[in-house]
């Protein structure tokens, strides 16, 4: 798959995974930060993004603390994703 | 005893915004579901979390809490709190093999959630508690704000009562036989001499504190009972209204919780048999549906009668002879053992 | 004012399966985790946990329990309750008068059958012997028709702290005359359902847990149940009082919904408002009995808390390195430990422990201590930001 199709993919996942009821996928831009400004997520969004990657994409993140260090942006996780998917 | 100054009330009929009871919503698919608004005052990044009930408590709750005081407490009755993700968590569970899990149904089902989620958005750092105990969750949350009361009588405290339909509870309660097996309308609930009810669900705030001035209603006491013998049921009635009913009083309207459910109609029978003959009899649960802390819409359908001057012509089981309702005792009875007393009267 | 005393105890947990059980234990520095062994998991030989060894069918025929859609959580509460209500010599018609309160608190309910509840919530299964039993009021609705109450029945949820919650409400209950006595207290069970919701937010640790050290990294579940029986003084006369309940609070965090300030706000003010209740100064707390769950948070936050309280930190420790967390029955079976502490005139050792959090310093009580103790302090925090604090003294 194509990183710009990855990272549209990836956007519309994490919408409906964390219910983000207000945000339109397009409007998500690949670099604006995940946590804190941004999008606002918080911590237990992070373990929620950690499950979304292993359920979609067959990655484990044991550690939520290192999990974060992937979850900066669309583009810090598709390039995760590309390097990691075993589906 | 207490005073009641605000309310709000999120149930399946149109309580919320501009209220009107005399419009009678009826059941769709055998339920009589809330009518849910559109929960502006929850930001859309924590409203995205929560389960119906959790929404529909914290709902009703920011509207009052916009127009009050920092209440002191926040003391909430629930039967299952959030129990639809409950449901959601446990599918994961079964679906996933105990595998990785997202954890926020779970944060979300645990049953002081209500309360919780209402002290984190408003930051309130007061008490807060979740009473559970079936059809008296209310009940107990209304003891609580008593007792507090007494203790700090400048204090102020939200009560509140939530329970909603979900997958968790609705199949539960259905294959005990609570909810009638035919389908019927809620207009003609009190009609069909059958077992069970409608399915209903409701949230409700109300502020509470110990000043008269600016009340909408006086809540004299509110008691409870367990207990499967509807003797026992009258007597305990009978001492609660002659310990609490203030001398030369008399109670204008019984409000009770009749519902349709042959079963139950011998306590509601006693019931009526406490109050003398002239006594109006109304009847709430074709309103709200049967779910276990409706208890909380009665006091609610009497606030609005306390403030409007009068009941819906569908309330009434049994004209009165008073003038206006000024003293009234609201009876409501839950699968038979757990009885509830509420007497209250305009301020 | 006309105290209120504890006349009576029960309590069943890792380490033991009555009071004078658990005592010996804790005295022994017994640490009771372990594989889970009564149900199957995932998690049997992964998470340390503090079960009680006894089956639920072993639970069933000792108490003579055999009605349909009994649970473990029930079944422990009424072993407990049955322990405090022989050990105050209530009879059957003071349990059974008007004025006799039941005031408990759980988590589990009957989610401790997690299966069974998956099947029952499906619309097409016939329902389970189960089915009326998933409610968190269903223990108490049980105890009342076993012991045939009448007086107010009563469950209460704050999460972790639950059961601490529990006993200021029946205390609040027979101070304002609601009640002449409340037989108060907690039970939880260990569920796939908490298991996996505790797994899911990382919290627990694949370790024997070791609160308020340096190295801490999560929490162990536990099971069990602990009930009170809570009366006027002027009422025991005649009877053995423990010690009594000089003051408490419930206040809230609202920071998260699964972690607390890092000024440990409800904490601090809770212990406060506590101490206030009992009318006592910081400087008279002889022991606390820290929520401790060996979280990285918990830990962390309380001991903030309690030195920003404290001048002089008292002596402190976590029976949850004894048990685990028992969530709904934590905060009753902790302030039947700080009674066991106040009775006996003792402290137990704390277990599990090495090296103190770098930025505070702070030790738990390292030995079995003979001292002179008046006033002890059980603290519980839970989900939520529900934060509490009981004060007991001696009798």
Redesign the interface.
Known sequence: METVQLKQQLKKQIVEFLNLLSVNPDDIKDNEPLFGEGLGLDSIDSIELIVLLNREYGIVIEDPKEGRKVLVDINTMADYIEKHRTK | MFYIHQTSCISPQQTFKDIDINILHEPTDRKLQAIEPSYEAIP??I???MGKAVRMGVGAAMPVLQNTPVPDG?IIGT???GKED??K??????DY????????N??Q?????V???I??L?????????????G??FE?AM??A??LL??YPLNNYLVGAVDDIS??NY??ED??GWYKKESISNKTLYDNNSTGSIAGEAALMFFVNGTRAGAIAKIHAVD????EDES?MKE?LQGFIKRYLPGGEKIDLLLTGENGDNRLLKYYDRCESVVEADVAIARFKHISGEYPTASAMGLWLCCELFQKGSLPGHMIKRKGSAAAYKNVLIYNNYKG?QHSFILLSLP | MDRIVVTGMGVISAIGNTVAENRVSLIGGKCGMGSLEMFSSKFSDILPVGEIKISTDTLKEKLNAHEPGVTRTTLLALHTMQEALTDSGSTGSEISAFDTALVSANTVGGMCLTDEMYRDSKKDLPGSEYISSYDYGSVNMYLQKRFAMNGPVNTINTACSSSANAIMYGARLIRSGRAARAIVGGTDSLAKFTINGFNALHILSNEVCTPFDEGRKGLNLGEGAAFLVLEKESDAAGKKIYASLGGYSNANDSFHASSLSDEGIGPYKVMKEALAAAKLDPGAIDFINAHGTGTENNDKVESIAMLRLFEKVPAFASTKANIGHTLGAAGAIEAVFCILNLSHQELYPAVNFNEPIPATGLKPVENYTRKTLTHIMSNSFGFGGNCSSLIFSKA
């Open positions: 859309p990044g409203l995205r979390r926040i039967a299952n709190g409950c449901v968590f446990l599918n994961q569970i079964i093999e105990e595998g990785l899990l997202t954890p926020i779970f944060v089902s645990t049953p002081n959630a309360a919780a989620q002290g984190l408003t930051k309130n750092h007061g008490y807060n508690i979740t009473h559970l105990q079936l008296l969750a107990f003891i609580d008593d007792m007494a203790e997958t968790y199949y539960f294959k005990q409870t009972l367990h207990h026992v305990k053992i």
